[in-house]
């Protein structure tokens, strides 16, 4: 009798024999499969998940069947490379790259230097990379065999290749004022004696004379009237200018009431002072904002998005910029929080679906960047349940819980079974919208010592902030809040306009100026060449004793259980 034994090869486990160069590096294309995933295709090439992401910033969402991803092979081809009027002959040697964080006052230029390498270079390694980095990005860094690397703190002694990511931490740079540099973006009109602001904002004016005051009998019943939604927005801008009242450049404020009419924008847009404009502020709702968006590109003014939370608004629009941060920006300054506030960590990423992977996959490799004595599991949460986090769990470590739940009726119940298992040491991290979910029991929030993540945060502990309180209420007889996008309309004025008179017609390289917001964290990058600016910053905040406080803070809230 014959037996024939039969090996099965998956097409999904083998590297791609096809090889592109594209701008100047040498590529695997790699045809995703069925079931796979950047982790999984990051060991097939033995390759970090955030290179492959780095370098395929052309794919939208998460992975599709078909699709092409670039895996760099590590090799460049040869050229001839223009860097700061330099020619530099580049050839295909084999190299390596390391990942490095941008401290405090760096830019492309002096990384280059620290590293042996040029900014051509970088940028082939960085696809889409801009002129503009951000503190705290990270960068993927070309190292040929045999780069030595010098500690500007030690000009005798050299890093070698393999020392680089065990001691490059410790390199520093000479620290300076934090600009962004984007001064090839052209703009229509130059700062003199006057600056000239275009608000956009739905005021409804038109629905003043409807509103029945009798039906006022609570607070609450005021919000659902249209006239008042943004109203506070408006009043807490226009606070905001009062400070620059005495300065030597005089602010003109035009206010424009419009909701998402594109007829009504259009009619703006045709006003003649339109053109006269320094920045545009909104609109606050999308089609109109999209109209004006574009009108504001053809003629070079600056227009800021307040609330949008998709990247794609300053898509291929420069002089576009967004007030919210994406999620890896999120993930990334999670992960560091992380790194200084636990050690030895046992992280759960939780995604309540397997079609949440992209963002648990960019947790995953922000985290292994950050907190490399960390332990990690990935669950999906429809298919473990609470089982799989409790069988996760590691006694005598801190156990924090990164959640990607969606969904108010699923993560009430989730917070619930959870609260249920009396876990030692265990730590919640969830976005700050869990808390405005009427069925979720701060008990069990605060049992489970959770931390917040927030684009706007007000602690109302700072002197600023009471400051701003107190002349709101003396001003127009009510208190500011939050949800009535008072304090957002204060800090995205006082910040652009600050940086105005600070700065004139160099405001935009000084974006980053620090201009002491009450409620946004400001720190602002161009993702991709061509694109506008994102904020690339959030609050990271702990709840304690049913207060929110900053997560640097301590909390001495006392436990039914022990505390790690």
Known sequence: MIFFSFVSVYAQDIKSNKIEYINGVEYYIHTVQKGQTYYGISKIYNTHVDTIINHNSHIPGSLQI?????IPTGKIETKIIEDSGTKIIETNNHITSIWHTVENGET????????????????DFNQGISDIISLGQKIEIPIEKDTIIKDENDKNSGLNKTDIEDKNSSTKTEKTAETTDIKSITYRNKIKNEINIALFAPL?????????????????????????????????????LKQFENRDTKINLYVYDVSDGISATKRILNKPEMKEMHLIVGPLFTKAFVEVQEWAENNEIFI?????????IVKNNKHSIKLTANNRDKYCQISKMIESSFEEANI???????????????????????CTNCTYKKLVYNESGIKGIRDSYVKDKPNLVISLLQGEANITNYVRRLYEQKLDSIYLFCPMEWLSYDN?????????????FTDYYVDHRREEVKNFVNQFVEDYKTEPSLENYAFQGYDIANHFVGSMVEHKNDWISNINYDSTPLSLRLGFKQALQGNGLENSKIHIVRLCNYQLIPHTEDCDVEKEIKTY
């Open 66 to 70: 078909g699709a092409d991803v670039r």
């Open 108 to 123: 492309l230029y002096s990384i280059s230097l620290k590293y042996k390498t040029t900014v051509a270079k970088i940028k």
């Open 204 to 240: 409804y004016a038109s629905e003043n004379s409807k509103i029945d005051l009798s039906k006022i009998k609570l607070p609450s019943d005021i919000s659902s009237i249209q006239s008042f939604r943004f109203i506070q927005f408006y009043l807490g801008f226009k606070q905001a």
């Open 304 to 312: 800021v998005n307040p609330f949008s939370y998709q990247s794609e």
């Open 348 to 370: 759960i990423i939780l995604q309540g679906r397997r079609s949440d992977s992209l963002d648990a996959n960019i947790i995953h490799s922000e985290l292994k960047n950050n």
């Open 440 to 452: 979720i029991e701060i008990e069990y929030l605060e049992y489970l010592r959770t931390y917040f």
